[in-house]
């Protein structure tokens, strides 16, 4: 019984810490600590650390597109622009020609029949992104870059009704959008519609290196970005699918292996000493710390250094209390 609860304290201490350690040599691998829940905030303790930031995104000024005079409170605004066009189809080796929303230019030059469908070619106004400029998760200020990397356009209708003058005399309302036909319901062929989507989730997951307040893009010690951002609230695995996680309830599990190697060990000891319960934890200590050593060996000199100290110290502890209980007794 005694040898059984050693062993099970052994191997229990060894999964435990051999994942640890696992999970300390992914941490190098991306370059620190990351810090998540409760220690995610902004503050000295997280300065310069990799931080996985969950939470709703907010902004203080409202993305603008300044051209149109159109903003919304979201991360982000994006302009779509698309233009009537000509485009051709094949149907069963037939070429047939029809006049459609695109918002892209068709080349009507690599038509087989060009004549009678030209397309105008570049648009005059780009499709554009517009991102807010301050955009914050979890107490944390976004850096462009990082604001950039926010996705998911989905729809808005903006208020049309103020347009600038300019945009005004070429462009009117129609369903939502703006469109530069005469006959907002009959376009023609070069007229231009642009509409507008927002970029607003609900909820980001942002993991990036936080520096004074701010999250700005991460490296790996190779100089790899490993930043993103995520829509939804996620969990550091779901970040990091190929990193090592750290083992759950690591340090009952560490205290419980001491437990049990301290159990067997009082089981295994001599009639006349196995009420020295100082002698047995001691005992006990001695494989537990040395194993753990090992398995911290070339991850964590400072760790694998206090752990064979505590392996000496409790060896020379035993030794002492062993040779004061035979001479007492």
Known sequence: ?????????????????????????????????????????????????????????????????????VAVSAPALVRKVEM???????AGGDRNYELDWFDHPIDSSMFEHPAGHANPGAFPVEAARFDAPAVSVAGFA??????????????????????????AATFQAYDGTLVSSEDAAHPRMGDLRISW??????????FARAHQGT??????????????????????????TDAPQPPRFRWARRVLAVLLAWAGVAWLLPYRLRGDRVLSLAT????????????????????????????????VLAAWRARSDLREG
Not at 147 to 155: D, F, L, Q, T
Not at 197 to 206: E, G, N, Q, S
Not at 221 to 230: C, E, H, M, R, Y
């Open 1 to 69: 019984m005694g040898a059984a609860l050693l062993v099970l304290g052994l191997v229990l201490l060894g999964f435990t810490e051999h994942t640890d350690s696992l999970r300390a040599m992914g941490e190098d691998a991306l370059g620190g600590f990351v810090r998540t829940g409760g220690s995610a905030a902004p503050g000295p303790g997280s300065d310069g650390q990799l931080v996985l930031a969950v939470g709703a995104p907010k902004v203080s000024s409202p993305a603008r597109d300044a051209q149109f005079g």
């Open 84 to 90: 009537f066009q000509w485009n051709e189809t094949n």
């Open 142 to 167: 976004l850096a462009p870059q990082l604001v950039r990397m926010i996705e998911g356009p989905g729809p808005f209708v903006p208020d049309l009704s103020d347009l600038p003058s300019n945009m």
């Open 197 to 206: 989507m927002r970029i607003a989730p609900a909820y980001l997951t942002v």
């Open 215 to 240: 999250l700005v893009p991460a490296r790996d010690p190779q100089g790899d970005s490993i930043a993103q951002v995520l829509i939804g609230q996620h969990s550091l695995s779901d970040v990091l």
């Open 284 to 315: 006990a200590l001695v494989p537990l710390a040395l194993l753990a050593a090992i398995c911290w060996f070339e991850v964590r000199a400072i760790a694998t250094t206090i752990l064979v100290a505590i392996a000496i110290l409790a060896a």
